[in-house]
Protein backbone atom coordinates (compact mmCIF):
# COMPACT_ATOMS: atom_id res chain seq x y z
CA UNK A 1 0.00 0.00 0.00
CA UNK A 2 2.79 2.43 0.56
CA UNK A 3 4.21 2.19 -2.95
CA UNK A 4 1.10 3.01 -4.62
CA UNK A 5 0.13 5.68 -2.47
CA UNK A 6 3.50 7.41 -2.85
CA UNK A 7 2.88 6.70 -6.87
CA UNK A 8 -0.52 8.31 -7.05
CA UNK A 9 0.40 11.51 -4.75
CA UNK A 10 3.04 11.86 -7.22
CA UNK A 11 0.23 11.76 -10.21
CA UNK A 12 -1.92 14.03 -8.22
CA UNK A 13 0.85 16.83 -7.62
CA UNK A 14 1.74 16.48 -11.28
CA UNK A 15 -2.10 17.25 -12.25
CA UNK A 16 -2.39 20.20 -10.40
CA UNK A 17 0.44 21.37 -11.47
CA UNK A 18 -0.15 20.90 -14.94
CA UNK A 19 -3.64 23.00 -14.80
CA UNK A 20 -2.28 25.41 -12.54
CA UNK A 21 0.73 26.55 -13.73
CA UNK A 22 1.50 25.39 -17.02
CA UNK A 23 -2.18 24.97 -18.86
CA UNK A 24 -2.80 28.87 -18.16
CA UNK A 25 0.61 29.67 -19.33
CA UNK A 26 -0.17 28.05 -23.03
CA UNK A 27 -3.45 29.47 -23.06
CA UNK A 28 -1.54 32.95 -22.47
CA UNK A 29 1.01 31.93 -25.10
CA UNK A 30 -1.32 30.96 -27.65
CA UNK A 31 -3.61 34.16 -26.96
CA UNK A 32 -0.71 36.65 -27.36
CA UNK A 33 0.38 34.18 -30.70
CA UNK A 34 -3.60 35.32 -32.12
CA UNK A 35 -2.99 38.75 -30.99
CA UNK A 36 0.85 39.25 -33.19
CA UNK A 37 -0.75 37.45 -35.88
CA UNK A 38 -4.06 40.00 -36.03
CA UNK A 39 -1.79 42.94 -36.43
CA UNK A 40 -2.43 44.56 -39.68
CA UNK A 41 -0.73 48.12 -41.41
CA UNK A 42 -2.49 51.28 -39.91
CA UNK A 43 -3.96 49.19 -36.26
CA UNK A 44 -2.68 51.36 -33.42
CA UNK A 45 -0.82 49.35 -30.44
CA UNK A 46 0.26 49.25 -27.40
CA UNK A 47 3.83 48.31 -26.45
CA UNK A 48 5.08 46.65 -23.44
CA UNK A 49 6.60 50.04 -22.12
CA UNK A 50 3.41 51.68 -22.54
CA UNK A 51 3.85 53.82 -25.72
CA UNK A 52 0.80 54.02 -28.44
CA UNK A 53 1.13 53.78 -31.79
CA UNK A 54 0.07 53.13 -35.50
CA UNK A 55 1.61 50.24 -37.19
CA UNK A 56 3.16 51.90 -40.56
CA UNK A 57 4.88 48.25 -42.17
CA UNK A 58 4.99 44.60 -40.81
CA UNK A 59 7.97 42.16 -41.52
CA UNK A 60 7.84 38.49 -40.58
CA UNK A 61 9.01 39.23 -36.52
CA UNK A 62 9.11 43.12 -36.98
CA UNK A 63 6.65 46.20 -36.91
CA UNK A 64 7.48 49.95 -37.66
CA UNK A 65 5.47 52.09 -35.42
CA UNK A 66 4.99 55.95 -35.66
CA UNK A 67 4.30 57.23 -32.50
CA UNK A 68 2.35 60.46 -31.70
CA UNK A 69 2.18 63.66 -34.29
CA UNK A 70 5.68 63.55 -35.23
CA UNK A 71 5.56 61.88 -38.75
CA UNK A 72 9.51 61.17 -38.39
CA UNK A 73 9.52 59.32 -35.17
CA UNK A 74 9.38 55.65 -36.61
CA UNK A 75 10.62 53.33 -34.64
CA UNK A 76 11.20 49.12 -35.81
CA UNK A 77 10.27 46.69 -32.85
CA UNK A 78 9.55 43.06 -32.41
CA UNK A 79 6.14 42.24 -32.49
CA UNK A 80 6.60 40.14 -29.06
CA UNK A 81 6.30 43.77 -27.50
CA UNK A 82 2.49 44.59 -28.64
CA UNK A 83 0.39 44.38 -25.44
CA UNK A 84 -3.09 45.31 -27.15
CA UNK A 85 -4.49 46.02 -30.98
CA UNK A 86 -6.96 48.49 -31.79
CA UNK A 87 -8.17 48.28 -35.15
CA UNK A 88 -7.84 50.75 -37.81
CA UNK A 89 -11.58 51.60 -38.75
CA UNK A 90 -12.69 50.54 -41.90
CA UNK A 91 -13.99 53.19 -44.56
CA UNK A 92 -17.08 50.99 -45.80
Given at each position: ?42 DSILT ?45
Amino acid sequence: MGWGFIIGYIVLIGALMYFMAIRPQKKQQKKQQELMNSVETGDSILTTSGFYGVVIDITDDTVIVEFGNNKNCRIPMQKSAIVDVEKAKSDN
